[in-house]
């Protein structure tokens, strides 16, 4: 018997060890979901903000619920990269997961933003002489926000089919690029212009009727096959120098700092690279086809 109970003790301790790593690895399928979590809730605070501007009793608060709400689509956005990001290199992906990506996206960057965008731009309109104008202008901004809504819905849908994607103008071969402006992206430029204003609500026809352009250009944006960079090639699962966490210390502390000026350009600087690599793109592209069908120089006379 004596002889028998390191044997038993030795037993025990392997199942502790691996009941242990079983526990752990739960654990780590539960980690990812809990950041997707973090971008539901967000987007559920946004729109909640969202009606609380719209039933503020006295005026001077609906630009603070409408900031808010901002802010809450903004600071999703982290939440959004995290998640796969923790998935990969923890490898606990799953089709679970990536469904309630999916769902989490169309709440927090397609419904809360498209509300937002309409709330801002167009619901809280102050009265005009020229009612008629106001009420189309009420009409077309409906129909708008519920267009972004849809491009996001049907950029996400074209995402998850999707399998080594290549955009219509590709790029850099060494580089990894989204098919299209990603939705967190498209949803943080709308809400980075609130923030960036304040959230004060647009004040008359004419900033609505340029706030109906940009909300249009963010829905095609996405459903387009222009290439955006997608920063996928930056990892921290490798070694990495001092200088590049300073450079992130510094950063960090920058968009504390200036939260709302680096949002709104920041967001504009990425929206308008995507436009500008498919002009470049199609120009070159022109300049090939010139250069090898060419018209033949014509013969000097005599």
Not at 120 to 125: E, H, T
Not at 131 to 156: I, K, S, T, W
Not at 192 to 197: D, E, K, N, Q, R
Not at 245 to 266: E, P, R
Request: glycine share 6%.
């Amino acid at each position: 018997m004596n002889l028998m109970q390191p044997e038993v003790n030795e037993h025990r301790q392997l199942a502790l060890k691996r009941k242990r790593r079983h526990q752990l690895s739960r654990g780590m399928y539960v980690l990812p979901s809990l950041f997707t979590s973090g971008n539901i809730a967000a987007g559920f605070f946004a729109i909640t903000q969202i009606f609380e501007a719209l039933t503020a009793k006295a005026t001077n608060e609906v630009p603070q619920h409408l900031d808010w709400a901002a802010l809450a689509i903004c600071l999703a956005i982290p939440f959004d990269s995290l998640d796969g990001r923790i998935a990969r290199l923890t490898h606990t992906t799953t089709e679970f997961g990536k469904e309630l990506d999916s769902l989490a996206d169309v709440i927090t960057f397609g419904v809360a933003p498209s509300l937002l965008a309409f709330v801002w731009g167009f619901r809280l309109l102050p009265d005009t002489s020229n009612p008629e104008y106001h009420q189309h202008l009420l009409q077309a901004g409906v129909f708008v926000c519920f267009l972004f809504l849809l491009c996001g819905a049907a950029r996400l849908a074209r995402f998850n089919i999707s399998h080594d994607a290549v955009p219509q103008n590709p790029g850099k071969p060494d580089r990894k690029y989204f098919v299209g402006m990603p939705i967190p992206a498209a949803a943080g430029m709308l809400a980075a212009t609130v923030h960036f204003f304040g959230g004060n609500p647009v004040p008359n026809l004419w900033v609505a009727a340029i706030w109906l352009v940009f909300v249009v250009l963010a829905g095609f944006l996405m459903v387009s096959k222009w290439r955006f960079w997608s920063g996928k090639e930056i990892t921290f699962s490798k070694k990495h120098p001092v200088q590049l966490l300073v450079l992130i210390a510094i950063a960090l502390f920058i968009t504390f700092k200036f939260h709302s000026y680096v949002f709104f350009y920041g967001g504009l600087v990425y929206m308008f690279s995507g436009i500008w690599a498919r002009a470049v793109y199609g120009w070159q592209r022109r300049r090939r086809l010139r250069i090898q069908f060419g018209a033949p120089k014509s013969e000097p006379q005599k």
